[in-house]
T-cell receptor
Framework: AIQMTQSPSSLSASVGDRVTITCRASQGIASSLAWYQQKPGQAPKVLIS???TMESGVPSRFSGSGYGTDFTLTISSLQPEDFATYYCQQFDDNVLTFGGGTKVAIK | QVQLVESGGGVVQRGGSLRLSCAAS????????MQWVRQGPGKGLQWVAFISFEGSNKFYEQSVEGRFTISRDNSRNRLYLQMNSLRPDDTAVYYC?????RGPGTAVTVSS
């Protein structure tokens, strides 16, 4: 199975900060990558699919980039409602695999 | 718009069985492979099972192989997960996915 390595596993940031989360695949997955946001007690919510395509209704401060093995999720100006855990996921293979998550906490 | 709604979860004793269901709408279900994914309490997301669009190919995560069975009914746009010989470490929220998780999930608790 394709391994997804996400970093950092946690970070502390302030409102207004620019935040970057990275995800690396163990083999090339073209653009077959999604980013999720998950808040406590809720299901994961898709933010970005196909590495850089924003889902409908997702604020423009979120963006995704990358191709092949290296991917990035950027929050340009962190807002209070963005404190959550973020996951990457590849769907290039029949076996879906996920990064370990990045918990974004308030500094 | 793609909609996936899981149901069938509940509380069951060790060794028991449950059948999960996923109702799909908003896309051509019969032409898509489908999957089950789970998330244990305080844990990350884990792939569980895969089924091809016509149902002939199935793959399972090693810890559920031989206990869980994935199936589908393309005439009803439904995906299923039959879970037998349940163990406490199967306790999780279970999600269905085409290639993305889009539903609320259904919670399974296995008591010891």
């Amino acid at each position: 199975a394709i391994q997804m390595t996400q970093s950092p596993s946690s970070l502390s940031a302030s409102v207004g900060d620019r935040v970057t989360i990275t995800c690396r695949a163990s083999q090339g997955i073209a653009s077959s990558l999604a980013w999720y946001q998950q808040k406590p007690g809720q299901a994961p919510k898709v933010l970005i699919s196909d590495a850089s395509t924003m889902e409908s209704g997702v604020p423009s401060r979120f963006s995704g980039s990358g191709y092949g093995t290296d991917f990035t999720l950027t929050i340009s100006s962190l807002q209070p409602e963005d404190f959550a855990t973020y996951y990457c996921q590849q769907f290039d293979d029949n076996v879906l695999t996920f990064g370990g998550g990045t918990k974004v906490a308030i500094k | 718009q793609v909609q996936l709604v899981e149901s069938g979860g509940g509380v069951v004793q060790r060794g028991g069985s449950l059948r999960l269901s996923c109702a799909a709408s908003g896309f051509a279900f019969s032409t898509y492979a489908m999957q089950w994914v789970r998330q244990g309490p305080g844990k990350g997301l884990q792939w569980v099972a895969f089924i091809s669009f016509e149902g002939s190919n199935k793959f399972y995560e090693q810890s559920v192989e031989g206990r869980f069975t994935i199936s589908r009914d393309n005439s009803r746009n439904r995906l299923y997960l039959q879970m037998n010989s349940l163990r406490p470490d199967d306790t999780a929220v279970y999600y269905c996915a085409d290639h993305l998780i889009r539903g609320p999930g259904t919670a399974v608790t296995v008591s010891s």
